[in-house]
């Protein structure tokens, strides 16, 4: 444990904290178009093969008995006792070729898998570029907000295919080939959209020109992190490899420099399952398919009608998050500081979460977003305290001693907060 903690934070991305500057990119997501470039921080993975499905449906919670070509999945993928690993969006690119975009987690279970079982398929792994230097394979771009389809009205060659949710094909822009997801982000219309990288630039280009007229706005990387805690998808908990006799022989194949990942905040456990998650309680309930046979099934099949815990949005009180700042100018002790919009500590954040004392649950991801004028984080509580308007307390700061070097000297602090829905924000995709 004391070794995830003195990781520090990996860089996220190539882009800088701000195109111009961080509240003004948040509003453009809701109130005009933003565009987001995805190209340099998730690793890539691509299986091709007749048995390709097989592979997936052995090792992932999805359905996969009915899935298209131009058709994309969130890919969710468990240890043997239901934990989560990982996630990653799954397209189908052709019948038996497939290409997965998320955290390395999932993809170094299903490349292990591939590669030590008895599949007919090759499979390649491009890291994270931003990890390595080399440049990306593709560049992949969103756009979002109310005026996002219209600006694709502009720089298609031709009309907007008739898209269902989560449904892909191939265009050109300004005579540039690539593939057009439907998709979205921060519950806003949108697209994303990827294609060879050497074109990446003219593709931008076109883009932020047609742009112009409607306020087009470039998320920096804190912008664009902090939409998680509206969309409500929790990203980054402590992936379940570290423990169990059936994970020994995958932490023995894994490069340790794929594997390790840091954890901070005030949460503090001696055993690294206290940190880990399953999918239904990150939400994914919905996707578990029970009628297939999978690596973990028989724990998510126990858990799925009646989960301990359950994912939620927490309010953080206004008063207490004024006094964080308001600490920093005062003698005495000092509260950690808020690095707003997105925190910066760890990839991996987790604060104790407590009801009259008593632990209820942690709190992960934190953001302030400028459209509601609210600190919101997400979390994950003992179902009996998810309900909305439960009051409870959050402990914000490092544990004690937790040798995390990434932030300032500081003495923890309690928040009040209010727990709420999540998605925090209504769905106007």
């Not at 007749?50 to 008995?65: H, K, R």
């Not at 599949?119 to 990890?131: C, G, L, S, T, W």
């Not at 697209?191 to 003219?202: N, V």
Request: charge should be negative; glycine fraction near 8%.
């Amino acid at each position: 444990m004391s070794l995830l903690r003195d990781l520090g934070l990996a860089q996220f991305t190539d882009l800088p904290d701000e195109f111009t500057h961080w509240i003004e990119e948040q509003r453009a997501w809701q109130e005009s178009v933003a565009f987001a470039d995805q190209s340099y921080h998730m690793t890539d993975l691509r299986i091709e093969g007749c048995e390709a499905v097989d592979l997936y449906a052995d090792y992932a919670v999805n359905d996969f008995s009915q899935f298209d070509v131009g058709q994309a999945k969130q890919l969710v993928v468990p240890n043997p006792d239901g934990y989560l690993i990982g996630d990653a969006i799954l397209f189908r690119e052709a019948e038996d070729r497939f290409l997965s975009v998320g955290a390395a987690a999932a993809h170094n279970w299903l490349d292990y898998q591939a590669e030590t079982g008895d599949y007919d398929v090759d499979v390649e792994m491009q890291p994270r570029p931003v990890a390595t230097g080399d440049d990306p394979e593709n560049f992949r771009f969103q756009v979002q907000g109310p005026d996002a389809v219209a600006v694709m009205e502009e720089v298609l060659d031709g009309d907007i295919p008739d898209l269902g949710f989560f449904r892909f094909a191939e265009v050109s822009i300004d005579g540039v080939d690539a593939y057009l997801l439907r998709h979205g982000m921060a519950g806003e219309a949108g697209f994303e959209f990827w294609g060879d990288y050497d074109d990446g630039d003219a593709v931008r280009e076109t883009i932020l020109d047609a742009g112009e007229e409607y306020g087009i706005r470039r998320l920096g990387s804190k912008s664009y992190q902090s939409a998680n805690t509206v969309l409500g998808w929790l990203p980054l908990p402590v992936p379940a490899i570290y423990t169990g006799e059936e994970m020994r022989d995958f932490r023995e194949w894994l490069d340790l420099r794929r594997g390790l990942i840091s954890i901070g905040g005030s949460f503090d456990s001696e055993d690294i399952e206290d940190y880990y998650v399953t999918p239904i309680e990150v939400g994914y309930d919905h996707i578990v398919d029970i009628d297939h046979d999978f690596v973990g099934k028989a724990a998510l099949e126990a858990e799925i009608d009646d989960p301990d815990r359950k994912k939620a949005t927490l309010v953080w009180d206004d008063d207490d998050v004024v006094d964080v700042f308001a600490s920093l100018f005062r003698e005495g002790e000092t509260h950690k500081f808020m690095d707003m919009p997105a925190p910066r500590s760890s990839a991996c954040h987790y604060d104790e979460v407590t009801k009259d004392g008593e632990h209820v649950g942690v709190s992960k991801w934190m953001s302030y977003i400028y459209n509601h004028r609210e600190m919101l984080s997400l979390a994950i509580l003992d179902t009996e305290y998810a309900e909305p308007g439960t009051e409870i307390t959050l402990t914000w700061g490092e544990a004690d001693g937790s040798g995390n070097k990434s932030v300032e000297r500081h003495v923890e602090t309690e928040i009040s907060a209010t727990v709420a829905k999540a998605p925090y924000k209504a769905d106007r995709r």
